[in-house]
């Protein structure tokens, strides 16, 4: 038995610290996430020159990675090119413990990359390059996959490809598995706005969203009005308000789980490892306050460091006390 799955991007992210004058440069919203072509990557690429960094990254699999260190069994579907930048992510995935035997292959189009622009607030601005990753087929995706594995984290991206979500939710479920999705971003909401209660309703079992995906999907800034409209259509639902903290809601219960002071660097796999430490409280049948403080102290740990790859002895000292 696998104990987590997820379904995503497969992307090596490039990070990058900027002033805020740079985002008004590439254009588009701050702190959200927009796709680029191939010409236009490059081009913010040479505009950066060597400030910059890479590390294997990807929504989901940045969630999936957080759960192999903490010993969970892990593997992943993705799809990249037998390129220097796919097999880097290959090789990295690998090496944190994940299984990568179902990740795909295209045969001409680059790997995707993600560029994380993160600003003097810690803001993190994402352009995105899907590449490969976008080329992840329907008919691709088939309930085998998900045999034999207890849950499958998506994330919100995936909705993009509407047909492609729509297949991985049902083949996840046709296979057993609890279904988990995280929102991604407030782009997504509204792009999706015509499906997405729907697609809550019959398919995931536990929604995360923060604060700016919680607006965007019931029109106002009200998180707990939010939880309570989320919830509603899932079994368990989280909105995160940044360093204030989360509102969590199972069933019918409710509770307010406070983040932990950060020195803030980058905001780059924030949620997504607060998913991962709530993941882990919730498979060790913690409280859901627990789970909620598993996930604010991977997200406090994640901020103060660039890019979304925490410290080996972080990972060691962390199982240790979560046991």
Known sequence: MIDFIAVGSPLVDTLAQVEDSFIDCVGGAKGGMELLDHPQ??????????????????????????????????????KVNDDEVGNYYIRDSAACGVDTSRVKFS??????????????????????????????NPSE??????????HAHLEGYMLFNRELA???????????????????????????????????KNYV???????????????????EKALQELGSYCETAVVKIGPKGAWLKRGEEVVFAHAIEADAIDSTGAGDLWASGFLCGLYKNQSLKTCGEY?????????????????????????????
């Open 107 to 136: 045969d001409e189009t680059p790997s995707g990359q993600c560029i994380s622009l993160v600003t003097p607030d810690s803001e993190r601005t994402c352009r995105t390059y899907l590449g490969a990753a976008s080329e992840l």
């Open 41 to 78: 990557m490059v081009e913010i690429n040479e505009r950066l020159g060597d400030n910059k960094v890479q590390v294997a990254g990807g929504s989901a699999a940045n969630t999936i990675v957080g759960l192999a260190k903490l010993g969970f069994s892990t593997t992943l579907i993705g």
């Open 205 to 223: 079992d536990i929604v995360f969203a923060n604060e700016d995906e919680a607006e965007a999907f019931i029109g106002e800034d009200n998180p």
């Open 166 to 200: 729509i297949k991985t939710l049902k083949a996840a479920k046709e296979a057993g598995c609890v279904v988990s999705i995280d929102l991604a971003s407030f782009e997504v909401v509204h792009a999706n706005a015509d499906i997405l209660t729907e697609l809550l």
């Open 141 to 150: 995706i088939q309930a085998k996959d998900f045999e034999g594995v207890r």
């Open 295 to 323: 996930g604010a102290l991977l997200g406090k740990t994640v901020v103060e460091i660039l890019g979304a790859r925490i410290d080996d002895n972080i990972w060691t000292k962390l199982k240790e006390d979560w046991k």
